[in-house]
């Protein structure tokens, strides 16, 4: 390119108008950028801890109490499953996707569609189903967060538990097809379809 060339995107660049040069225009968008980027990332993270989902009482008074009966919120290992955990995928573009999925639950509180635990319970069957088929689908992605089928011990494990977890892949089954329930129990306080 000629010495002219440069010259004149050098120009361009430095006076794209009477007003405003192309440099200021990519420096403020750069900046409003990575403060959206920055906003972004901190309402995310705000919205997955356990405390926002538990401000919102029909999570505190229907789910949470639920789990507070498992070896999912309590146990020998002391670890903590929290509802992100299991809810909430890790990699950005699937999360933003359950966020903005999630919504649903929000605007069920906000119109009244679940706001007492009667409501909540009529919805209950619905919400796990929607829930246990976004598991099937992705392979129970969550599951596998903390539970890695390579490293089970399965010398530890009952016969028919270590036939189930040998040939899951095999018979196209995921976690949830036998864990269903697990962490959150059906109305009587017992897993829908848990199998030893």
């Given at each position: 390119?000629?010495?002219?060339?440069?010259?004149?995107?050098?120009?361009?660049?430095?006076?794209?108008?009477?007003?405003?040069?192309?440099?200021?225009?990519?420096?403020?968008?750069?900046?409003?950028?990575?403060?959206?980027?920055?906003?972004?990332?901190?309402?995310?993270?705000?919205?997955?801890?356990?405390?926002?989902?538990?401000?919102?009482?029909?999570?505190?008074?229907?789910?949470?109490?639920?789990?507070?009966?498992?070896?999912?919120?309590?146990?020998?290992?002391?670890?903590?499953?929290?509802?992100?955990?299991?809810?909430?995928?890790?990699?950005?573009?699937?999360?933003?996707?359950?966020?903005?999925?999630?919504?649903?639950?929000?605007?069920?509180?906000?119109?009244?569609?679940?706001?007492?635990?009667?409501?909540?319970?009529?919805?209950?069957?619905?919400?796990?189903?929607?829930?246990?088929?976004?598991?099937?689908?992705?392979?129970?992605?969550?599951?596998?967060?903390?539970?890695?089928?390579?490293?089970?011990?399965?010398?530890?494990?009952?016969?028919?538990?270590?036939?189930?977890?040998?040939?899951?892949?095999?018979?196209?089954k995921t976690c949830i097809?036998?864990?269903?329930?697990?962490?959150?129990?059906?109305?009587?306080?017992?897993?829908?379809?848990?199998?030893?």
């Open positions: 390119m000629a010495t002219g060339g440069w010259k004149r995107w050098i120009r361009i660049l430095r006076q794209p108008s009477p007003r405003y040069s192309v440099l200021t225009l990519l420096a403020g968008g750069i900046f409003i950028g990575l403060t959206g980027w920055a906003a972004l990332d901190f309402g995310m993270a705000a919205t997955s801890t356990e405390e926002f989902c538990l401000s919102c009482h029909e999570m505190r008074d229907n789910p949470w109490p639920q789990l507070q009966r498992t070896s999912h919120y309590s146990n020998a290992a002391g670890i903590h499953a929290t509802c992100a955990d299991c809810h909430q995928p890790r990699e950005f573009i699937p999360k933003v996707a359950r966020k903005i999925e999630a919504s649903r639950e929000v605007w069920g509180s906000l119109i009244g569609l679940i706001d007492t635990p009667e409501k909540y319970a009529a919805h209950t069957p619905a919400m796990k189903a929607r829930e246990i088929a976004r598991l099937r689908a992705n392979d129970s992605r969550e599951c596998r967060n903390c539970h890695v089928t390579e490293r089970m011990q399965l010398e530890l494990q009952s016969a028919k538990a270590r036939e189930y977890h040998r040939s899951m892949a095999s018979n196209g097809d036998c864990h269903a329930g697990i962490a959150h129990p059906g109305n009587a306080g017992q897993p829908l379809a848990h199998r030893e």
